[in-house]
Nanobody, 130 residues
Framework: QVHLVESGGGSVQAGGSLTLSCVASGNTYSRHCMGWFRQAPGKEREGVAVFSGDAHTIYAESVKGRFTIVKDDLKNTLYLQMNSLKPEDTAMYYC????????????????????????WGQGTQVTVSS
């Protein structure tokens, strides 16, 4: 059984930093697309950043230059380093993974869209105050 467990959320002031972690168990995702999504109250879920099977990264425009997605295959862990946080970054953050090895996917499969991902974590809350 696959588990994705997020941690590292919390409350910070604007301009602060947090690092989210997502530990995967029950499957290895060394060549799988993985990503971070977020959902604020009353808003649709949005893709934040993805890390492809060949180590390419894609970021939402709203977080470029502030967030960094990092993958540690030895630890089976995905990270999201968040700097210069803004109140509009407040949301529940979810880790996601594609259960299919990227060698079986097209080049553009790993993207900021929910349908790319089959495995999801329970989320960790990030709250940024002004």
């Amino acid at each position: 059984q696959v588990h994705l467990v997020e941690s590292g959320g919390g409350s910070v002031q604007a301009g602060g930093s947090l690092t989210l972690s997502c530990v995967a168990s029950g499957n290895t995702y060394s060549r799988h697309c993985m990503g971070w999504f977020r959902q604020a109250p009353g808003k649709e879920r949005e893709g934040v950043a993805v890390f492809s099977g060949d180590a390419h990264t894609i970021y939402a425009e709203s977080v470029k230059g502030r967030f960094t997605i990092v993958k540690d295959d030895l630890k089976n862990t995905l990270y999201l380093q968040m700097n210069s946080l803004k109140p509009e970054d407040t949301a529940m953050y979810y880790c996601a993974a594609d259960s299919i090895d990227s060698i079986y996917r097209s080049d553009r499969w790993c993207a900021l869209r929910g349908k790319t991902f089959s495995d999801w974590g329970q989320g960790t809350q990030v709250t940024v105050s002004s």
